[in-house]
């Protein structure tokens, strides 16, 4: 989206930064300067504490002295694990000569967007206007009170030198020009997430999907998997809602097309083959070669999603992969409190001392010769050391094309055999491994993020049953109560060297009331189910537009930026907004609660219209709407085997439920009444309809499963 009035002015400045110049680079060693970062607890703000460019934080500080200097501000964003924030830093802001002209007319901030995420998302707004596209590093050049008037991605030194030159010079000279810039971009930012109330009358039974359905499968790869592009990214909720909408509509192509997804990511270089977890996405179209980074958020829905086309499928591969990164999560991102790390950096030191993305995970043919010794040939085959998992140089992403079954019939080897020698392949890899530099770890624990693998934790114990599953999502539940939570009722977004701080945002209720309402359904300690309905309140009171029925992303009590907006369009991560309006279905089944309801279909009415033409992009919406479409069952078991019984209800694949349940005598809406001396049973409701109590498993739940 552009806006005419100001492009004139945008292609003008962008032409002039992409000149080039024969200035000698100039690179300083990091203990020659030290910045305000350094008094900053993120490892991103960090990372940049020693470079010769006066950086601040984001803070009132930072913002009132441009105003009071009347100067412009250069705003950079990025994240600890962004592999072309650190090539920036290294070509640009290490630089004596850039350093020079950024301190002398600018006030420069730098932003962790993982910290800041309401401030990353309005100045990535701005540069999706003015250059139809944006990502990280993202850079974004404001007037003095913050409004942007230029950005961009990544640039060279001297398109970057040339830039703000050039912004400079218009600044100086013809200040109304930026200032008509910035007043048509704050129109455009304030105009893209509105979405209009809709008052129509509406039957979510009567709508079909199936149009929209069929123009997203044109997107598929049929080959690999996910869709037909490169950068390829997991896109885990899209995943799941598919799954789902094959399942409940017998859909066999969809769901051919969907395990072929799940098999493809399983098997590419993108998942990591030695220690398990996944990369944050794919750079070609086959899943091969990562950008390295690992992140919290995207392992977290990963777990949950393999957990769920596991008992879907019931597929070894998909419980093996749950195995491993859940293996990677307790070994490399778990704090002994239980709370969990952010990411690993794509980059880390190679041979030569120098930070290089992928450094840690690639192998030379000759490492592995040596390493896997007379098992190469077998090796090699599994994993690709060919043309086909070949990267660069003589360097190796291993990756998967066959299943283990094709494997076990060429080389005429057992299934135990296979097994055995994959362990023994895995631990002289990470043993070798282990000796070189680890990735940089970003260990600041966000309170949204630990809530989605606080939900993964409790998925995979609902598939499997493991009792350590279970153990670590009630400690990080702990963290999380005993952290975040504030005594007003509200939580903070970032937890870093023991101290929480930073105002939640929407993304931090969302998650947290999410997960706590998954653990309140294997523990059945109702506290979480409580606490789930005391955060719902307070976004109630600080998040809600009454008149817009949406939720804002920032609270009512932090200060206003550009503007105020709304999250609801799904990506990596689902739209804070879709997860409330999911987490407000639930809760009116729970506590009988008819605002609840109203409001979540209300949202779900809102998106409708856009819905229909762009799927992928509100793919958790769509599983919301599936469940006022089909039969919704709540699902109560009460009696002294509860647990037990749930346990066993919960390794089936039921989209389609909640569940609640008590092995005593309790008052809750769905708990009244029912307990009975010396039996446990089975409630199935629908539609304020109860079927007659069971005590089977099998007969209480085999009218509602999906699969048969």
């Not at 092995?663 to 039996?679: C, F, K």
Request: glycine share 4%; hydrophobic share 40%.
């Amino acid at each position: 989206m552009v806006f005419n009035p100001f492009w004139g002015i945008v292609i003008s400045i962008l032409l002039l930064a992409s000149c080039t110049s024969t200035s000698k680079k100039e690179t300083v060693s990091s203990n020659k300067h030290t910045n305000l970062l350094a008094q900053e607890t993120s490892p991103y703000l960090l990372q940049h504490a020693h470079n010769p460019v006066d950086w601040r934080a984001w803070n009132d500080v930072s913002l009132e002295k441009a105003k009071e200097e009347k100067k412009l501000i250069v705003i950079s964003v990025g994240y600890a694990a962004c592999h072309w924030c650190h090539v920036m830093e290294r070509e640009s802001f290490e630089d004596t000569t850039v350093a020079a002209v950024m301190n002398k007319n600018f006030i420069n901030i730098k932003v962790d967007r993982e910290e800041r995420p309401d401030v990353d998302q309005i100045y990535i707004n701005a540069v999706q206007l003015l250059t139809g596209n944006a990502g990280w590093p993202l850079n974004v050049v404001a007037l003095p009170d913050g409004r942007p008037i230029w950005g961009g991605t990544y640039f060279r030194k001297d398109e970057w030198i040339n830039a703000l030159e050039r912004l400079q010079q218009l600044y100086e000279t013809e200040p109304q020009k930026l200032l008509d810039v910035a007043d048509n971009l704050e129109e455009g930012i304030k105009s893209m997430d509105l979405l209009p109330l809709n008052t129509d009358d509406v039957d979510f039974k009567e709508i079909s999907i199936d149009e929209t359905i069929a123009s997203w499968k044109e997107s598929f790869d049929p080959l690999y998997g996910g869709t037909k592009r490169a950068p390829k990214f997991m896109m885990p909720d899209n995943v799941s809602f598919l799954l789902r909408q094959a399942i409940q509509n017998n859909d066999n192509k969809l769901l051919e097309q969907v395990t072929l997804t799940l098999d493809r990511m399983a098997y590419g270089g993108i998942y990591d083959h030695v220690a398990g977890g996944f990369s944050r996405y794919s750079t070609d179209i086959k899943w091969h070669v990562p950008h390295f980074e690992k992140m919290l958020y995207d392992n977290g829905q990963l777990v949950s999603l393999y957990s769920d086309a596991y008992k879907a499928t019931k597929k070894e591969l998909y419980k093996e992969v749950v195995e491993e990164t859940l293996r990677f999560i307790a070994a490399e991102f778990t704090t002994d409190n239980g709370a969990f790390y952010s990411s690993y950096d794509a980059d880390s030191d190679n041979e030569n001392g120098e930070l290089e993305e992928g450094a840690f995970y690639v192998f030379a043919k000759e490492e592995l010769k040596t390493l896997i010794g007379n098992d190469f040939n077998l090796f090699s085959d599994y994993y690709n050391v060919n043309t086909f998992g070949k990267w660069e140089a003589d360097h190796y992403v291993l990756i998967r094309s066959k299943s283990d079954e094709e494997i076990i019939d060429t080389y005429n080897i057992s299934a135990e055999i296979l097994n055995s020698k994959k362990t023994l392949w895995k631990k002289a890899l990470s043993e070798y491994r282990s000796k070189r530099p680890m990735p940089r770890l970003d260990d600041k624990i966000l309170t949204s993020w630990n809530g989605l693998m606080l939900k993964g934790y409790v998925d995979a114990y609902k598939a499997f049953g493991t009792e350590d599953y279970l153990d670590a999502a009630v400690k990080n539940a702990h963290f999380i109560k005993n952290n975040q939570m504030q005594t007003s009722g509200a939580l903070l977004h970032n937890h870093k060297n023991g101290k929480s701080t930073i105002n939640g945002y929407l993304e931090d209720y969302a998650a947290v009331i999410d997960a706590y309402i998954s653990l309140y359904e294997v523990t059945l300690d109702m506290e979480w189910l409580d606490i789930a309905n005391n955060l719902t309140a307070y976004t109630f009171e600080h998040f809600f537009d009454e008149k817009k029925k949406l939720f804002y992303f920032t609270s009512d009590e932090d200060p206003a930026l550009v503007t105020r907006n709304f999250e609801y369009r799904d990506n990596v991560i689902p739209a804070s907004n879709s997860i409330m309006a999911k987490n407000l279905q639930l809760l009116s089944h729970y506590f009988d609660n008819q605002l609840y309801a109203e409001v979540s279909k209300q949202m779900l009415k809102n998106v409708l219209p856009e819905m229909k033409q762009y799927p992928s992009g509100f793919s958790n919406w769509l599983s919301l709407l599936l469940d006022y479409q089909k039969p919704f069952y709540e699902v109560v078991v009460v009696g002294a085997n509860a647990k037990e019984k749930l346990a066993k209800i919960n390794i089936n694949y039921l989209p389609n439920i909640l569940t609640a349940g008590s092995n005593i005598e309790a008052s809750a809406p769905l708990l009244t009444q029912r307990y009975v001396d010396n039996q446990t049973l089975i409630y199935v409701c629908v539609n304020n309809a109860c079927k007659l109590p069971e005590s089977v498993i099998e007969k209480a739940i085999n009218p509602i499963k999906l699969t048969k």
